[in-house]
C-alpha cells in the first residue's frame, strides 16, 4: 500500500485556529502518512518560542475548556507533530524575521506548497 501524502495550512494563530491543523498534521501522521505542514505569515506566530495562544473575542472560556478536558497544549501538538516526522515549512515569509522558532521550518513559495496540495491525498486548511 502506498504512503498517504496529506498537506496541512495553518493560516492564523487564535488558539481555535491553531488547533485543527496541529491535530490532523499529528492524526495524518499516526496512521503513517507523510504530513507537511505549512504556516502563513498570520499562522507562523504558532512556531514561535514566545507564542501565547489566545482565542477570539467571545469565546475567551475556550483556554478553560481545553485545560479542564486536559487537552495537549499548542506546543505539546506541534512537539508531538515534529517527534512524528511531521515536516514543517513557512511559506513567503523572511525567516530573518523577529520570529525564534522552537522547530526549525524551510522558507518555501506559496506556488511550492499549492504544487504539493495537487499531489496530496488530502489537502486542508485553517
Known sequence: MDTKKVVVLALHDEL?????PL???VGAASSGADVILAFSRKGVNILDKMYIPIPSAGIEYLSNALSDFNAPSINELLEIAVEMGVQLYVVDLDIKDNTNFLYPAEQVPIKWVLNEAVTADLFVHF
Open 16 to 20: 481555535e485556529s491553531a488547533y485543527p
Open 23 to 25: 491535530n490532523i498534521a
